[in-house]
């Protein structure tokens, strides 16, 4: 199975930079997400990683090491709308099944 | 249809009652997904199911728990004799295969808030 890992808070300033760090663990790794979740909202799709390197999308960027089990999400030039909830989720390939699992979810709070 | 839609959005029943939740996925979708997220929480993986493939139940919790998918198309995901921890919202997700032309991301309906009393 998969172990997902994030940190469950932070807070930043409006026009700053964030950066939100997952690290994970899993045998057949076959893709990487993250997602923007409001409360009380469903999740909506931010980027997506398979291959090492950066991915960038405006004001967002993700990052990608298989080697490392590692991504980051960053976001440029916060807005109060920010405030969310960034879900990392791996999906796992194995045996014809592709697994997709979420880690427990960054809670950000961007602050004036 | 344009999105993945979920009935219903709200339910209130008493413990021991027996619920279903229903999904309809985005039409050609091939995978479909159930998650668990009780307040404040991540998603807990349920269950998914893949084209005709056998579903992969590995995150149903207990045996009251199940859930089946008709035709390749609509889920129900049925909580038998509900407790008062199955409280949460349950959400459901659909994707296409993940190919070198799409990333297969899952697209989420806006849930059905579970509350048992």
């Known amino acids: 199975g998969q172990n997902i890992d994030q940190p469950t808070e932070m807070t930043a300033t409006e026009g700053a930079i964030v950066q939100i760090n997952c690290t994970y663990q899993?045998?057949?790794?076959?893709?990487l997400f993250w997602y923007q979740q409001h409360a009380g909202e469903a999740p909506t799709f931010l980027s997506y990683n398979v291959l090492d390197g950066l991915e960038e999308k405006g004001r967002f960027s993700s990052f990608l090491s298989r080697s490392k089990g590692y991504s980051y999400l960053l976001l440029k030039e916060l807005q109060m709308k920010d405030s969310a909830s960034y879900l990392c989720?791996?999906?796992?390939?194995?045996?014809?099944?592709?697994?997709?699992?979420f880690g427990i979810g960054t809670k950000l709070q961007v602050i004036p | 249809g344009a999105g993945v839609s979920q009935s219903p959005s709200n339910k209130v029943t008493e413990k021991g009652k027996d619920v279903e939740l229903r999904c309809d996925p985005i039409s050609g979708h091939t995978a479909l997904y159930w998650y668990r997220q009780s307040l404040g929480q991540g998603l807990e993986f349920l269950i998914y199911?893949?084209?005709?493939?056998?579903?992969?139940k590995s995150g149903l919790p207990s045996d009251r728990f199940s859930a089946e998918r008709t035709g390749g198309s609509v889920s129900t995901l049925t909580i038998q004799r509900t407790q008062q921890e199955d409280s949460a919202v349950y959400l459901c997700?659909?994707?296409?295969?993940?190919?070198?032309?799409?990333?297969?991301?899952?697209?989420f309906g806006e849930g059905s808030r579970l509350t048992v009393l």
């Open positions: 997700a659909s994707s296409l295969s993940p190919q070198r032309t799409h990333t297969g991301e899952l697209f």
């Open positions: 199911f893949q084209g005709n493939s056998a579903p992969d």
């Open positions: 899993t045998s057949g790794f076959n893709g």
């Open positions: 989720a791996v999906r796992d390939y194995k045996g014809g099944y592709q697994k997709v699992t």
